[in-house]
């Protein structure tokens, strides 16, 4: 019984002091013990909102899609994340051919790049944005 109480001892004491090494950087222990904080990219400028567009349309819709009269607003910095969020309107032809009218969708850029889309929402906001043809 005495050797079972010592062995739980002993392992308690492992485990409490091999917790020390993994004290946030803000802990009250030595500072070599805390893990070293991960340094955020700095934010990356907001794109060229036009020109990924224009460059990326068949990203952003359908070719057969047919998108005419395109239009995008300002990019807004995505709250998850380092990209960038741009809401796009366009005239768009359905698959049978008969017009749906204007689309609206929301964009994600990141690095230059258009890396999702999907279509835009009343969360969105996307119809009080001030729209520019491409």
């Not at 485990?15 to 070293?36: H, N, Q, T, W």
Request: net charge neutral.
């Amino acid at each position: 019984m005495l050797r079972i109480i010592a062995h739980a001892a002993l392992l308690a004491g492992a485990l409490a002091l091999g917790a020390c090494g993994f004290a946030d950087s803000r802990a009250p222990v030595p500072e070599f013990m805390r893990i070293k904080e991960v340094e955020q990219p700095p934010p990356e400028p907001p794109p060229d909102v036009k020109r990924v567009v224009r460059e990326q349309m068949d990203l952003v819709f359908l070719t057969t899609s047919n998108p005419r009269e395109v239009h995008v607003a300002p990019p807004r910095h995505e709250p998850r994340g380092p990209g960038w969020t741009a809401c796009v309107r366009a005239q768009l032809t359905s698959a049978t051919g008969g017009a749906l009218g204007p689309q609206t969708y929301i964009v994600t850029i990141n690095g230059g790049k258009v890396v999702d889309r999907r279509r835009a929402e009343a969360i969105d906001t996307c119809g009080t944005e001030t729209y520019e043809p491409i």
